[in-house]
Structure formats: structure tokens, C-alpha cells
């Protein structure tokens, strides 16, 4: 995955001085403690709030991923509401990321202080090190920007170091206290701030590096003694201040990373700009985008060079694209394989793979292990559901292809029905290389149509076509002359009728040959 836009400056250092006394080091253990116990009351959800996904993952997923990518020793996620489901999902990213992710369970919300409290429990030696401290519901933080933190962190020596941001509207979040001298003092919540306090624009993200000792040390005499009754862990930095110990700021110029997700709307705000950044991301490595704002792709899948995203694409669930692939306008790819040099149009596709060259749609519906070859076609109104179709292979018009396999070379005729439910069970259809089967055939499985065989029209072939025979399997057609004049009389085809006759001068014989073609 490419960075996506990284127009973010370098975050300015607003540290304190050195002090003389170093409480953490480069080197020394770092433990990651992400917070995602709170209940999310504001999305109006069934679903934990930190499982809802944007681009393709629940938040706490961004933010697990974000904070794996220091390479901490503990990675610890505090989870409370929805801890079945949200533990669950964790267990998935621990398989994927191959790393142990330990989960502690806060039982009741008392606050962040006592949720990083709760956190401290899963580590072994609490007192030292560095703790870096996250949200589960800030899902555009990056590694670089927490990595960047701990370098500030640790080059200043700092106890306390917090990621904060400039914003133009600072309601609702914590303001950073800073004195003459431009040190941060403290943090003064919104519900607690003087109206002076509440005129800064200088945000606490909530992300923040801690000295392990100094944050044990300070979480021990947090108070509830404040607007909401919480133990507030924003109190540990004017407990470390006034203990006489160093606490820095790094200020985060892209104040996109700092945001959380409290309500839908915000949900779907960063969503957007997330996805923005990682099509802007594939349009710098050589993908061609024709609309940017009309295509959404989750973080997990991989364009390669001149791909073209035509407008009002969706690519999600780890689709891959190879080189010089056409894909759009209006389609949709969940979990696809697509190989170099296809063309895929108005398309539908879930667990599908498409070959080189080969081209589907407009308009067609690829489901799971629907696998078309190298130069094949699924063309206009076909539905494709676990079969396999060779090289060269032609599906072009208004068929259903299920639980079969084709062969190379060969060509469905329109319209066409793999029927492959008995109303019990599914059986497979076999059509070989080279066969040509005619319009409007339905193929009754179990079934098998030899290499090189062809069908007649119409067919219902519920017997295996040996190589090269034809199958005819319809009823023959009978005309029965003058039965419009007899039965329709007067009618607008009668008078067509008569009028044909007389123009051709003689009554129309039936063609002997028109019984099968
Ligand atoms: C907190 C900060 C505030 C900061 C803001 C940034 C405190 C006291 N305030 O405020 O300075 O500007 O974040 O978004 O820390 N959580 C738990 N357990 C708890 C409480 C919270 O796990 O007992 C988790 C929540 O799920 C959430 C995060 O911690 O992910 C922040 O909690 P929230 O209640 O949203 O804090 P704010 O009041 O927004
Ligand atoms: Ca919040």
C-alpha cells in the first residue's frame, strides 16, 4: 500500500528543555496501550463503535495497525463495551499482524486515567520503559506519526510528551496549558476550562508518550475531583509538572490524523478522507483515476501500473489489479483477482478471478470461484457462481454459468441456463474445448458436452453430448396452415396474413427444412 498523500509538515517540537534526569531512553522497552472501551453512544449502534469500518476496517483496526508499526514489545488494547465482538475482531488482527495483542477488559468507564490503568495490568514490568498511549477511535493516525512522537519522546528526554494540534474549532476537546515560556503546564478539559482556557486552540489528541514510572507514579493520585467525576488521565501531565519533570508537546500539522469518531457524520468524514488519501496514493504509483471522488478503495487492496479506475468504482475486500487493466465505470469488486490487460465494465464481482486479457460485462454478476481464463468473456446479463472457464472462452449474452467447468475455445450461446439445483442438491456441468452450444440451451446437471460438440437452439440437454456429435433436444415444429384465416378472422393478422399471400401471389408452403438448423 502506498503512503497515500503525505502532504503532512514535519510536527514542530514545542518541548520543554531538557531536564536533567532521564526517564526514558532510545532502546528501552515501549508498550502501546490503545483505549476502545467507551461505548460510542453517539453512532446510535448495535455494533461497538470501534468495529464500524472505514476503507475496509473497523477503526480499531487502523488503530492497532498504526500502533504494531512502532514494533512495541506489548501492544495492549483496553477494551469494555462490545468486548465479545470487539475482542474478537482483535484476535483476527493479532493472526494477521502475526503479532500478540493483549486485551484488558474495563469494566465500567471511570475515565481515560483509569483506563490506562487497566492497561498497565497487561504488562509485565509497569515501571519501565515507555508507554505510548492511543484511541481505538482515531483511525487516521499513522505509525510515522506515532514513531515521530517517540523519537520527540526520547530526544528530549521528556516524561510526559503529547501529541497535540492546532484546530479551528477546539470544542469538546481538552486545551493544552502552556506558561509564559511556551512549556505545557497541563490540560484543562473543556467542562473544566475558564472561558480563557476555553479560547485555546491548542487540542490534546489524546495520544501521548509516557515515562512508564512517572505515569504509574501519577495514575495512583489522579482525583475524581473535576467536572465529570472521572480519573482523567489528562492530570498526569500537571502531576509530572509540578513532580519537577519534563513535559513536551509534539504538534501535528495534519490535524486529520489527530480526529476521532464520535457520530456517523464524523464516520463518514473520515472515511472520505481517508480515501482520498489512498487514491491519491495509487494515482502517484500510476494508476489512472478518471474521477477520484467517485472511486472508494479499502486500504487492503493492490493496483499496479496503468490500471484505469474508471468513475464509480469500489474495489474492497484485498482486490488486485494487474498492469493496464480497465476497470469502471460502475463496478464494484469485493475480494477479485484481476489479471493484467483485463477489462472489467459495470460490473459485480465477489471472490472472482478474471484472467490476461480477458474482458466481463457490461453488466454481469461474478460470484465466489466464478474463475475466467486467459482472452475469455463473461459479456452482458451473465451470471457466473463457482465455475471455470478456459482460455478464450465465450459467455456472451444473458446466461446463468453455475457449478461448471468449460473448456477452451468454446462459446455459450445466449440465453443459456447452467441449471445446476434439483431443488436438493447442486451437480456440476462439464462442457469441453472447442464446443459451440446454441442459443437458449439449458444444461441439466449432472451433464457433460464433449470437446468439439455442438447443441442445436433451444436444447434441453439432459444427456452427456459425446465429442463432435450434435444435440438436438426440442420439440419439432409443426405449422398448421390457414389457422389465423379460421380462428382469427378479421383481426389485424388476418389482413397481414392475406395481404403477404397476395404479394407473393401463391399460399406459403411450409419449408421442409426449417425443422432443425
Ligand atoms: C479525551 C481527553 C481530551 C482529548 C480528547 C481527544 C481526557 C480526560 N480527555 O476526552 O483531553 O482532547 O480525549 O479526543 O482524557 N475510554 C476508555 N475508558 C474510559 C474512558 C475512555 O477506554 O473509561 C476511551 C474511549 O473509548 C475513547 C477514548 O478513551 O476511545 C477517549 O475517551 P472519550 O470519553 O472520548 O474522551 P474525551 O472526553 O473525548
Ligand atoms: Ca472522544
Redesign the pocket.
Known sequence: MPQGENARPAPRSTSGAASSDSHSALGSAVSTIV????EGTRMRSATPKVLHPIAGRPLVEHAVRAAAGTGPDDLVV?I?HGRDAVGEHLARVADDLDRKVHTVV?DQ????G??VACGLTALADQRHGTVLVS???VPLLDTATLTELLAEHHERRNAVTVLSAVVDDPT???RLVRDDAGQVTG?V?QKDATAAQAAIGE????VYAFDATVLSDALDRLSTDNAQG?L???DVLSIARSDGHSVGALVCADTWLVE?VNDRVQLARLGAELNRRLVLGWMREGVTVTDPASVWLDCDVALSRDVTLEPGVQLRGGTTVGEGSLIGPDTTLTGCTVHPGASVVRTHGEGAEVGPGASVGPFAYLRPGARLGEKGKIGTFVEVKNSEIGTGSKVPHLTYVGDAEIGEGSNIGAASVFVNYDGVAKHRTVIGSHARTGADNMFVAPVEVGDGAYTAAGSVITQDVPPGAMAVARGRQRNIEGWVARRRPDTAADQAAQQAQERSGSDLTTNPMSDTR
Request: net charge negative.
Open positions: 483505549l476502545a472501551a467507551g483496553v469494555g474495563q468507564q471511570l475515565g481515560t483509569h483506563a484511541y481505538g477511535d469538546g476537546y481538552g490540560i478539559e487540542i490534546n489528541s489524546g472521572e482523567y488521565l489528562t476521532g
